[in-house]
């Protein structure tokens, strides 16, 4: 699915940028950029023994598979199972499937649908490992739920049963009632990402705009609706930017959030930075208490007019710089659309490396500052932006996001 973006996004000589399809993407809807956190899916991935659906015990298996049946994709590449009564995915007994290991908090996905002119049931057991707790989210309501279009449904739970407890249950114990499912995902973790009959890799999850850049979210949280989010702990996104030196010009353009109101978040935090803190070939975006500042070659721009963020509410800015001197002149720094008012820079040129080295989420050369928040949007462009540039991409995100 693509992204809404608004009328006339400036794409020009963009060189590097991630999107995540905030208010799109969640975790049943992937976009172009965006598939999704990085899953490895027990269903159909190989354990010691197998994966799950190499294994049924009980019940009748797993149904029989509908012939040219539609996914819920509304594709043919899935299977469509149509069973009667319960399925047990995985077995009884002790085998390793590689998945299901006590200790380890799973969720467990699929999409099912009733059937026109069979019997169908309003208690049906859903659970993990046969465990009550949170294991047995739609019990006596899970049929009730269900529609003859599909609909996914998901289950959360902590393995503290017997060691030995490997599978899943799906259905009713009456033998009578028919149901079709497809689509089954297993994975680590609280969230159901977007479905995968394989593994989606930390560097497959989050694309590259200009698809040249690899982008690694091993370091990402990911929130309840599937979106990358920054803990203010350790989580960062880096790489290398394709970049012809910062001492050229070039924009950076964000949109960003913070999980406290400005006034509480204490000493600098870096939504983003590139290149090299320590020598100040640098630049940076800090956030404190009091104000936000460019820290650029070794010299804080404060942005005077700057507003104080409130807890949970987006920003779009765009800090753009001309080439030349580092100051003020060459340096332009737009929030929601509107220039900020910046103290004074240096008459120096800034002598940056060629392709620098990049972090979202933290001070890259020192890695300190941790961000607390969201960063669904980061773009690097090789080139000066003009206020009506600017203003021009505020107006096509400002809707999406609410600002």
């Known amino acids: 699915m693509g992204i809404a973006r608004g009328p006339n996004l400036i794409k020009d000589n963009l060189v590097f940028g991630y999107d995540t399809g905030y208010g799109i993407a969640d975790n049943k809807t992937s976009t172009r950029f ?26 009748g298996g797993y149904g029989t598979v509908q012939t040219g049946a539609l996914d819920a ?22 085998q390793d499937i590689g998945t299901l290991t006590n200790g380890n ?31 047995y989210n739609y019990t006596g309501t899970l049929g009730s739920n269900m529609t003859y279009e599909w609909k996914r449904f998901s289950v959360t739970s902590t393995h503290t049963n017997s060691v030995n407890y490997r ?41 590259d705009l200009k698809r040249t850049t690899n982008i ?14 920054f803990d203010e702990t350790d989580d960062h996104i880096t790489g290398t930017l394709p970049l012809n030196g910062l001492g050229q010009p070039h924009t950076v353009e964000m949109v960003f959030s913070c999980n406290v109101n400005q006034g509480s978040i204490g000493s600098r935090k870096d939504p983003f930075s590139i290149g090299n803190s320590s020598s100040h070939q640098y630049s940076a975006l800090d956030v404190n208490t ?25 920003y779009h800015i765009v800090l753009s710089y001309a080439g030349g001197y580092s100051n003020n002149t060459n340096k332009k720094v737009w929030i929601n659309g509107i220039q900020q008012t910046l103290s004074a820079g240096v008459n120096e040129t800034p002598l940056l490396p060629n392709n620098p080295n990049f ?45």
Not at 73 to 94: E, H, L
Not at 303 to 313: E, G, H, I, K
Not at 369 to 394: C, H, L, M, S
Request: glycine share 10%.
């Open 290 to 314: 009091w104000n936000m500042n460019w820290y650029f070659y070794g010299k804080d721009t404060t942005f005077t007019n700057s507003p104080l963020m409130v807890a949970d509410q987006f």
């Open 73 to 94: 994709y509304g594709t043919t590449q899935n299977a469509v199972y149509r069973n009667t009564g319960k399925i047990r995915f995985g077995p009884t007994g002790g």
């Open 216 to 229: 690694d979210v091993a370091n990402v949280s990911f929130d309840s609706t599937g979106q990358p989010s």
């Open 359 to 403: 972090s979202v989420g933290r001070d890259r050369g020192r890695n300190t500052a941790y961000w607390p928040g969201e960063i669904p949007v980061w773009k690097v462009y090789q080139r000066a932006f003009t206020e009506d540039e600017a203003k021009q991409n505020f107006n096509a995100y400002k809707n999406r996001f609410n600002i």
């Open 105 to 135: 908090t799973y969720t467990f996905s699929i999409y099912l649908r009733h059937v026109a002119g069979q019997t169908e049931s309003t208690s049906m057991e859903f659970d993990i490992v046969d465990q009550s707790s949170g294991g």
């Open 167 to 207: 599978f899943i249950d799906l259905g009713s114990y009456q033998g009578t009632n028919v149901f079709e499912w497809c689509m089954p995902q297993i994975e680590l973790g609280t969230v159901a990402s977007p479905f995968t009959s394989t593994e989606r890799s930390s560097t497959q999850s989050l694309i």
């Open 34 to 59: 965006y598939a999704g956190k990085s899953v490895d899916n027990g269903f159909y991935n190989s354990g010691a023994n197998g994966n799950i659906l190499d294994h049924s015990s009980g019940y």
